[in-house]
């Protein structure tokens, strides 16, 4: 069975301030990674995603993650944060399976609320 | 693109009742939706796994006959919660991908309240 673990319930940091989100993950197999984002009243979004490659990928808006296997973390940066990233947000595992799929289920984390202060 | 909604966002309903969600993709065609439960200040869990056109997969401890799940279609699912107790209450989020390996993209949630 595969479960994550985020450290931090609640992140209170200050506007254009570095932030980071913590995540470990504890699997017997190999697991693709995911960061969700979910805004106040909304659903939850895919922020970025680690498959293969690159231990480092990026998102859009300025976040980073970066998968350590050794450590089985795959924490959240963002060197520099703004009020509109105020959000929960959540790390996910899926399974990938022989051959190289991967099967459909996510296991989440506790979630972290970022709360960006002006 | 990739946008799921859920119906209705927020319900209220005597225990004894029973409670239809409905899941729906907008813009593409899911063959595969996930229900979740999200309870306060915890993560999502698992409910089940449906596949358009076949029974839905439950997870280890979540009541079938309870919790009765349809995929008739491979843009709407529905979730009903049958004979709903206060304990039912928590906010449900519903999920579609294209396939079982695709990206899931979520829905804003229900919030269901039993009283």
């Known amino acids: 069975a595969q479960s994550v673990t985020q450290l931090d319930s609640q992140v209170p940091v200050f506007e254009e301030a570095p932030v980071e989100l913590r995540c470990n993950y504890s699997?017997?197999?190999?697991?693709?990674l995911f960061w969700y984002v979910q805004y106040p009243n909304q659903g939850l979004q895919l922020l970025l995603k680690?498959?293969?490659?690159?231990?480092l990928v990026e998102s859009i808006n300025g976040f980073e993650a970066e998968f350590n296997k050794s450590q089985t973390s795959f924490h959240l940066r963002k060197p520099s944060v703004h009020i509109s990233d105020t959000a929960e947000y959540f790390c996910?595992?899926?399974?990938?399976?022989?051959?190289?799929?991967?099967?459909?289920?996510?296991?989440f984390g506790q979630g972290t609320i970022l709360t960006v202060h002006p | 693109g990739a946008v799921v909604s859920q119906h209705p966002s927020w319900v209220i309903c005597k225990s004894g009742t029973s409670v239809k969600i409905e899941c729906r993709s907008l813009?593409?065609?899911?063959?595969?939706m996930f229900w979740y439960r999200q309870f306060p200040k915890q993560s999502l869990m698992l409910m089940a796994t449906s596949n358009e056109g076949s029974k839905a997969t439950y997870e280890q401890g979540v009541e079938k006959d309870k919790f009765l799940i349809n995929h008739a279609s491979l843009t709407l699912s529905t979730l009903t919660v049958t004979s709903a107790h206060p304990e039912d209450s928590s906010f449900y989020i519903c999920?579609?991908?294209?396939?079982?390996?695709?990206?899931?993209?979520f829905g804003p949630g229900t919030r269901l309240t039993v009283l």
């Open positions: 813009d593409f065609q899911a063959t595969t």
């Open positions: 996910a595992v899926r399974v990938i399976v022989a051959g190289g799929t991967s099967y459909g289920k996510l296991t």
């Open positions: 680690y498959l293969s490659g690159s231990t």
């Open positions: 999920s579609a991908a294209k396939t079982s390996r695709d990206t899931q993209y």
């Open positions: 699997s017997s197999v190999s697991v693709y």
